[in-house]
């Protein structure tokens, strides 16, 4: 999981007033991807407990993060036995207390989901070439061995195919992007792409030790 920076922006949440996110990502349906909140540490059990709860028992299911514009943007949190959480205590010294800052995120954020071939990536904004970790995210997921020099091609399939997609909602220091393999039409690019020659055995310009020709001895 990636460290955040100080935030720049918070976000009030408007169904408790008393938290603070200051990152938040969610995907295509407004599925809660992943949050970062801020609060003293009753807010935040308060919140989670919330979140386990029916609509009846004022229980959440969904949330709306407010803008610095005013608008609402929102977020579904569906199962919470999906989502994973990770509490800091910070900032003991405070006129409120100690605050607590909450990780709340899918579970795919640090393990792939071998059963559906899918992951998540949540990577800082400040990185600008993410190659090598979505790589080996695609390793770790992908139930096809894959050779370490097909990373080039075989990413831009997958991105090709839209197995490979940035999420489209993504507030503050973080951006997030889903690895959904559709295994079956995989396996078959991957085949033409070895029939074409695109992926090899070896790297360009290197052969099997069994492909050079053999020396005379004296």
Not at 169 to 185: K, S, T
Request: hydrophobic content about 45%.
């Amino acid at each position: 999981m990636p460290a955040l920076s100080s935030p720049t922006t918070l976000y009030r949440i408007d169904e408790c007033a008393d938290l603070m996110a200051d990152a938040c990502i969610r995907d295509e349906q407004g599925n809660l991807i992943f949050i970062s909140v801020w609060a003293r540490d009753t807010a935040i059990q308060q919140f989670l407990a919330r979140l386990t709860l029916s609509r009846d028992e004022d229980g959440l299911d969904q949330f709306h993060l407010i803008t610095e514009q005013g608008g609402a943007v929102p977020v579904f949190v569906g199962t919470a036995e999906r989502l994973e959480k990770r509490l800091t205590r910070a900032y003991r010294r405070t006129l409120f207390g100690s605050m607590v800052n909450l990780w709340l995120f899918d579970r795919r954020c640090i393990r792939p989901d071998k059963s559906t071939a899918s992951a998540l990536a949540l990577l800082p904004r400040s990185v600008t070439d993410p190659t090598s970790r979505l790589w080996q995210l695609v390793r770790d997921t992908c139930p096809l061995p894959l050779l370490e020099h097909w990373q080039a091609p075989v990413l831009t399939l997958l991105r090709d195919h839209s197995m490979l997609q940035e999420l489209p909602v993504a507030l503050g220091p973080l951006r997030g992007l889903r690895l959904q393999l559709d295994v079956p039409a995989l396996t078959e690019a991957l085949g033409e792409l070895i029939r074409r020659d695109v992926l090899t055995a070896y790297p360009t310009g290197q052969s099997a030790i069994t492909d050079l020709p053999l020396q005379a001895v004296a």
